[in-house]
């Protein structure tokens, strides 16, 4: 099989992937608590919008199940950055440690070897939780379920994902020029709980900082709004898959950068 094409990434995945989830399914009682933990996270989440909605029916023409659409859309969204991608968290320890060096002579894509050595088991709890509540809310809003609706809710849903995943590759990739870098992932990660909420609720300097500074808009906000107000989509919805991409390729080059900037010598 020639390398460095799709399918020869896709074979090396597989068995990575395979290796990794034996280690870890090695340790059940760890995987049972860590699934059930991220579904008991998500159920807070959950009741505190129901306690919110029980004092006020709508927020800024947002009703209850529109708000928990935008929730569960935001959950499954974000499943892939915490299940893929969550190795990110280990850089700074890797590149400050200087084991970092090991992933920089494998013949194969440095980002795509570093990233696909952790998958996060925790994330599938998120995602059955995410399902739930998006398949929930999506019947009581009596939306249609036809094949084109089904079809821009898969693809606003990878492009909705782009986006964290880029904002988590670039805090990442800060460990290579900052040394106290651990601050910008935590800060980082906690952007994504204003995800969950229409972008129309903040003021118009955190609406400019959430669309075209730190997108977190298009997480849930934009790219939702294609299958959930189809008589109203601004153009920003319609762009977010060029825009995702886009943001996306610039977080792996800046990431690849401060990669191949590094000198090995560990801190």
Known sequence: MKTNTPLFYLRIYRKILAQDLKSKMSYRADFIISTIGMIFTNISGFVSFYILFRNFPSIVGWDY??????????????????????????????????????????????FFYFQSEVFDVKGLGQLA????????????????????????????????????????????????????????????????DYARYPATIF?????????????????AYYPSLVVLRPDEIPILSWLSPVIGIVFFFISYKIWMKGAMSYSGTGS
């Open 65 to 110: 199940y529109e708000m928990l659409f935008l929730y569960g859309f935001s959950l499954v969204a974000l499943t892939p950055v915490q299940c893929f991608f969550d190795n990110n968290w280990n850089l700074r320890m890797y590149v400050y440690n200087g084991d970092f060096i090991k992933y920089c002579f494998r013949p194969i894509n440095l």
């Open 129 to 192: 939780f995410g399902l739930g509540t998006l398949i929930y809310s999506w019947n009581k809003l009596g939306l249609a379920v036809t094949f084109p609706a089904v079809l821009k809710m898969i693809v606003f849903l990878i492009t909705a994902s782009l986006f964290m995943i880029a904002i988590m590759n670039i805090a990442a990739a800060t460990c290579f020029w900052i040394i106290n870098s651990g601050y910008v992932m935590v800060m980082a990660v906690k952007f994504k």
């Open 203 to 219: 003021n118009p300097v955190f609406k400019f900082i959430f669309t075209f500074i730190i997108p977190i808009a298009f997480i």
